[in-house]
């Protein structure tokens, strides 16, 4: 079983459609969690990033960190074809700096 | 404001030949990480540096691969004797502390033939 668990995908959904991307993972010892987007060929791009439970919103994205049940979530609203990219969930441990383990990644497509 | 600069962006080698990947850190940041992305695979974590340091390398292959962050310029991550199995995508991020949001650069892309 890997650490950390992610639906691969594809996600497809008609622009405007508000998207719900999920990890779940088994090491209780994480605590920092973030989301990064990744277009094709290209770095991942940090989205968001946040420490312990609780929300987190940054424009249209609002990340979800549920430890009592290992599942952190992204949420997407008004969705565009410019967030068609595959969307990684990562993790570390307190004083691990960002020795991050990640999803598999879901790749996403935005439909006009 | 220049990111997280990696080159170069694709190197091609033969099989038994020698790759070095080269990054350089957002200025003023002393964390560097490496990560590898086989095909149709996540990243993994292979690597933490900081300045002259190899903090944990708990994700390195034990033979073959080597990582150094000197006290002055790019941080290197060097493959011997590359295998075809060692193609992949190799990203370097870099971060101001070691609990601060880390930025990744562009990676580079190591074919070996």
């Known amino acids: 079983q890997k650490e950390v668990e992610q639906d691969p995908g594809p996600l497809s959904v008609p622009e405007g459609a508000i998207v719900s991307l999920n990890c779940t993972y088994s090491?209780?010892?994480?605590?920092?969690f973030m989301w990064y987007r990744q277009y094709s060929r290209k770095g991942p791009e940090l989205l968001m990033y946040t420490y312990s439970s609780g929300n987190k919103e940054d424009g249209r994205f609002t990340a979800q960190v549920d430890k009592s049940s290992k599942y952190i979530s992204l949420f997407i609203r008004d969705s565009q074809p410019s967030d068609s990219a595959t969307y990684l969930c990562?993790?570390?441990?307190?004083?691990?700096?960002?020795?991050?383990?990640f999803g598999g990644g879901t790749r996403l497509m935005v439909k006009p | 404001n220049a990111g997280v600069m990696q080159n170069p962006r694709h190197l091609v080698r033969r099989r038994g030949q020698e790759a070095r990947l080269r990054c350089s850190p957002v200025k003023g940041h002393s964390h560097v990480y490496w990560y590898r992305q086989l095909p149709e695979e996540g990243l993994k974590f292979m690597v933490y540096?900081?300045?002259?340091?190899?903090?944990?390398e708990s994700g390195m292959p034990k033979e073959r691969f080597s990582a150094e962050f000197p006290k002055e310029g790019p941080s290197i991550l060097r493959i011997q004797q590359v295998v075809r199995g060692d193609s992949a995508a190799y990203f370097c991020?870099?971060?101001?502390?070691?609990?601060?949001?880390?930025?990744f650069g562009q990676g580079t892309r190591l074919t070996v033939v």
């Open positions: 990562a993790m570390s441990q307190a004083n691990a700096g960002n020795m991050l383990t």
């Open positions: 090491n209780s010892a994480f605590q920092y």
């Open positions: 540096l900081q300045k002259e340091n190899i903090i944990d």
């Open positions: 991020a870099s971060s101001p502390g070691g609990g601060a949001e880390a930025f």
